[in-house]
């Protein structure tokens, strides 16, 4: 693969910041880059940095379906990379089960031999792992594992980029909506207010008192007076 090939790949995945960005396209792009950047028969990804909500995604349908079997045994090579934020190398499959009783006889009868598997981490920050299969048992060659490392640290460059933007957008998107209640509300007090003859505080007791009797959200009942659906008098 020439540099210019290997150049894009990595600008591709450090740009989770586009329109219409796919967690899951994106990682299945992960995969695919992996397996073929690092020269190898097929790659997995699994994203595990939220407790209970482990993704899956792979170059194909084999490889996918070993990852899912990884949080569907809680076993594999690589939950125990993620876990241990170390690469785990398994250059034979053939013979062993690798610590992975139930994942390796699996594995074997995709029609792999081997498997590496990287971190995608940043410094203390462990996102998941990438899985390397070969129908071919032997190791990796450390030119392709250290190339293998950088693309998973670019990768979790990119999707911790992305979550924090994502977590601000929420942040303030939940603020502008408090403070859209917060007008809301403000306004159903004036009218009540005005049409009860009373003070502004009383005005609120009254719309609070309303809600409650009813077991209702204060934020409804508000928007109701004020759209002029509900009479309060």
């Excluded at 190898?40 to 994203?47: C, E, N, P």
């Excluded at 971190?119 to 899985?131: A, E, F, K, N, V």
């Excluded at 929420?170 to 909506?177: G, H, I, S, T």
Aim: hydrophobic share 45%.
């Amino acid at each position: 693969m020439d540099d210019r090939r290997a150049r894009r790949i990595f600008l591709e995945l450090a740009d989770t910041l586009r329109p219409g960005f796919d967690l899951q396209d994106h990682l299945r792009a992960l995969a695919r880059h992996g397996a073929e950047l690092l020269q190898v028969t097929a790659a997995g990804v699994l994203l595990l940095d939220r407790p209970g909500a482990g993704l899956a995604a792979a170059s194909d349908d084999a490889a996918h379906e070993l990852q899912l079997l990884q949080l569907r045994h809680a076993e594999g090579p690589g939950l125990d990379c993620h876990h241990g934020a170390w690469p785990v190398f398994c250059p034979d499959l053939t013979g062993e089960s690798g610590g992975w009783p139930r994942w390796a006889p699996a594995a074997r009868a995709a029609g792999y031999a081997a498997v590496h598997t990287l971190p995608i981490r940043l410094r203390d920050q462990r996102l998941g792992s990438m899985s390397l299969f070969r129908t071919t048992t032997g190791d990796l060659d450390p030119a392709l594992a250290e190339l293998g490392q950088a693309m998973t640290e670019v990768a979790a460059v990119g999707l911790l980029q992305q979550r924090t933007v994502r977590r601000q957008e929420l942040e303030a998107e939940q603020l502008q909506n408090a403070l859209d209640g917060r007008v809301l509300i403000e306004q159903a007090k004036g009218m009540l207010a005005a049409r009860l003859g009373v003070g502004i505080e009383d005005a609120f007791g009254v719309l609070r008192e309303h809600a409650r009797a009813r077991n209702r959200k204060l934020l409804d009942v508000a928007q109701e007076v004020t759209d002029g659906v509900l009479w309060i008098g």
